[in-house]
């Protein structure tokens, strides 16, 4: 799971939530929007849920670190 940010000339920056399997490599979700609260990320990760099962670990990307 990672946020990834793109922006074009006339549109503020879209994000976009990604979720890809380690296992298959399957972008499992691509979710674009201007902002993502927590309360629309838990919407959206329970959704996956219900339609693909439970994991027992989610791996995020948390960036570089300094």
């Known amino acids: ?3 990834v940010f793109d922006r ?3 549109v503020p920056v879209i994000k976009n939530l990604t979720v890809v399997d380690d296992a298959t490599h399957e972008a499992v979700a691509i979710v674009p929007e201007r902002a993502i609260g927590g309360l629309s990320l838990t919407r959206i ?3 996956l849920a ?3 099962g439970l994991h ?3 791996r995020t ?3 570089k670190i300094l």
Do not use: E, K, V
């Open 8 to 10: 074009t000339s006339d």
């Open 50 to 52: 219900l339609q693909r």
């Open 56 to 58: 027992s670990a989610i």
């Open 61 to 63: 990307d948390n960036g």
């Open 1 to 3: 799971m990672d946020f």
């Open 45 to 47: 990760l329970n959704h």
